[in-house]
């Protein structure tokens, strides 16, 4: 067998970083600009008017770009390199589809879609994360000193990187978590890219001292909120986007001047110690500790002793409801610790009778929102509620016919249409969720059932399915399937009563997508009813690169990442109250009736009771208020 990668504090395994000549500042921002013009026209297929506004949107960036980062003073990105990992041999394949082997504690990494064997990696021991969160904390010391400049320069630094080596990141996410290459860019990159870009144009705003108003007895006193850095944070993070949810927490974590140690998923090993190199590049290249980010690998219980760690500030975490009451329980064992949790969902997505002119985009928006990732997202559209109100073509009938043959038409492998499951664990429930709405009246139009590949018999396939005529009490239409499965329910009317009834079905509250006429009355109604955290008009899942707060309510978790309280959430929010006159001495002084010993209680009541009548009373309550203060003191 292959030789474990050695698990050492900070990355699973080692990684070189070299680092080249920095390069001339204007040609650095023109590169990264290329590289997203570069991107986006691949991703975004639009028609001839999007095509302008897209166009227009560039233009108008570009010249942002060199306004905000260009300026004087501006820290030029610098070149380094990280080897990526090489590719497995096409020839040996896993004799067991598992990350546990019989008889070893070592984590066995292989290709979800193929099978191949990628290595194994030896996880780590409750002493190694005790030296990890030790070395973080050290690093964090100076880092919490740096400005925000300093910051920005790391982050620029990183986004080259990214966008430089796309391919090779794309590659490595894709082999570890079985997606195709196309998801990987769509769902690793570009969010990366932009989670990048939106902190480095807005986070230092987000983290600026802020000043509050004063109360009426409380004019020569000034407030202010500061956002401080926790210290070392860590971050429980999910498979289905090995590069992305290592990546997220990291920027947001290092911007807001904290160290992190990020426990990654057994599933995805492999690709741990090079996306976590990577982020340590970026601090080397500007002379800054790279122990400063951690990326782990380990079984349940090195996890629950780093999530208890006392000298652990946050934790962040991406999974299961029930792992997450685990890491709930481990983190309030010590402090308690404060947990952002996202625990996924049950997406709806509802089309309206009003959508109907634009059924040709929606049917495009939907098999992207189920399909992407072979349906292994937290975000993904997992029920499609659709108009079914008229006797002829309504609008579900018009998805019903539209979706049977492109879901037909859809290819699995890892690189066709739709990708691999990350193991082959969740086939058979997935098999029993669809016989049973089969059973229960559903009609199965596509699909429905495990897949073995012809070329990769050692993948984890499962058939793109349809399932039509779905009921809400049916477990698949309260069960998170994560898999590349379509389920269609028809709702009898657009009436926002009974669309929320159906939408606010499950014990889920993460996402959710509306498709309708702008001019429908029932849109509004409807987006404020739905019980989600992230609301999509006319769009899927919009919400996510937009600089948002990510999260969701009811049993999707609680807490927000991304955006300014993402940042926020990472911080020590410290209210300030100083005095607004310090030279003149205007000082809060204990009036006599309120010092100790009181000596009489009568006349203490009086005056405070004259106080409140005096800063927050009616005019009249005002005079009476001084009364009682000038008869008491």
């Known amino acids: 067998m292959a030789e474990p990668l050695e698990g050492k504090v900070g990355c699973v395994g080692g990684a070189d970083v070299v680092f080249p000549a920095r390069r001339n500042l204007l040609q650095a921002g023109l590169d990264t600009m290329d590289s997203v013009g570069a991107l986006w026209p691949r991703l975004l297929p639009t028609t001839v008017s999007s095509a302008a506004v897209t166009a227009l949107c560039l233009m108008t960036g570009a010249w942002l770009f060199r306004l905000l980062w260009l300026r004087p003073g501006s820290e030029a990105a610098i070149d380094y390199s990280v080897p990526a990992p090489l590719p497995p041999s096409p020839e040996r394949t896993v004799e067991r589809s598992s990350v546990r082997l019989p008889g070893s504690t070592a984590v066995q990494c292989y290709a979800p879609a193929t099978g191949r064997f990628l290595g194994l990696v030896n996880p780590a021991s409750a002493a190694a994360v005790d030296r990890a969160v030790a070395a973080a904390a050290k690093a964090q010391l100076e880092w919490a000193k740096t400005t925000m400049a300093q910051r920005k320069a790391v982050l620029r630094t990183l986004l080259r990187h990214v966008l430089d080596n796309a391919a090779a990141i794309g590659q490595v996410a894709a082999l570890d978590s079985g997606k195709t290459l196309a998801d990987a860019h769509l769902g690793e990159l570009l969010v990366t890219v932009e989670r990048i870009r939106w902190t480095l144009v807005h986070g230092e705003q987000a983290l600026r001292t802020e000043t509050r108003p004063t109360s009426p007895l409380m004019l020569h006193k000034r407030n202010s909120v500061r956002y401080e850095p926790l210290g070392v944070v860590a971050a429980l993070v999910s498979w289905n986007y090995p590069f992305h949810n290592l990546m997220g927490p990291v920027i947001s974590s290092l911007f807001a001047g904290n160290a992190i140690v990020v426990k990654v998923s057994e599933q995805t090993a492999w690709s741990a110690a090079y996306f976590c190199a990577i982020a340590r590049g970026a601090l080397a290249a500007h002379g800054h500790d790279a122990l400063l980010v951690h990326a782990l690998v380990c079984w349940p219980g090195p996890a629950s002793h780093l999530v208890s760690h006392p000298r652990i500030s946050h934790v962040t975490f991406i999974g299961s409801r029930d792992v997450a009451r685990q890491v709930a329980a481990a983190a309030a064992a010590r ?28 049917v495009e928006v939907v098999l992207r929102g189920v399909f992407q990732a072979a349906g292994q997202n937290c975000i993904g559209i997992e029920r499609v509620i659709a108009d079914d109100s008229t006797e002829h073509d309504s609008v579900y009938a018009r998805l019903v016919a539209a979706l049977e043959p492109r879901v037909r038409a859809l290819r699995l492998g890892p690189s066709a249409d739709v990708g691999a499951l990350i193991s082959d664990s969740p086939i058979g429930r997935l098999e029993g969720l669809v016989a049973d709405a089969v059973s229960r009246g559903a009609r199965l139009l596509v699909g429905g059932h495990g897949h073995l590949h012809p070329s990769h018999p050692k993948g984890h396939y499962f058939e793109p399915t349809l399932l039509v005529d779905v009921r809400p009490d049916m477990p698949i239409a309260q069960t998170e399937c994560f898999a590349p499965i379509l389920c269609l329910l028809p709702c009898r009317s657009s009436d926002p009563n009974h669309v929320l009834a159906l939408a606010n079905a499950t014990e889920y509250g993460l996402g959710a997508s509306v498709f309708a006429s702008e001019r ?114």
């Not at 402090?335 to 929606?362: N, Q, W």
């Open 335 to 362: 402090g308690p610790t404060p947990v952002v949790a996202e625990l996924g969902g049950k997406d709806p997505c509802l089309v309206l009778g009003s959508a109907a002119p634009d059924m040709a985009r929606i």
């Open 520 to 633: 429908d009355p029932a849109l509004e109604p409807i987006v404020a009813g739905l019980r989600a955290g992230m609301v999509a008009v006319n769009d899927f899942a919009a919400f996510y690169p937009a600089g948002l707060p990510f999260g969701g309510v009811a049993g999707s978790g609680y807490g927000r990442f991304a955006g300014p309280e993402g940042l926020r959430g990472l911080c020590n929010v410290k209210s300030v109250c100083e005095d607004r006159f310090p030279r003149l001495r205007l000082r809060t002084n204990i009036p006599r009736p309120l010092r100790y010993p009181v000596p009489d209680q009568q006349r203490a009541w009086d005056f405070v009771h004259g106080l409140v009548e005096l800063g927050y009373g009616e005019l009249s309550a005002k005079l009476r208020g001084l009364v009682r203060l000038v008869h008491n003191m």
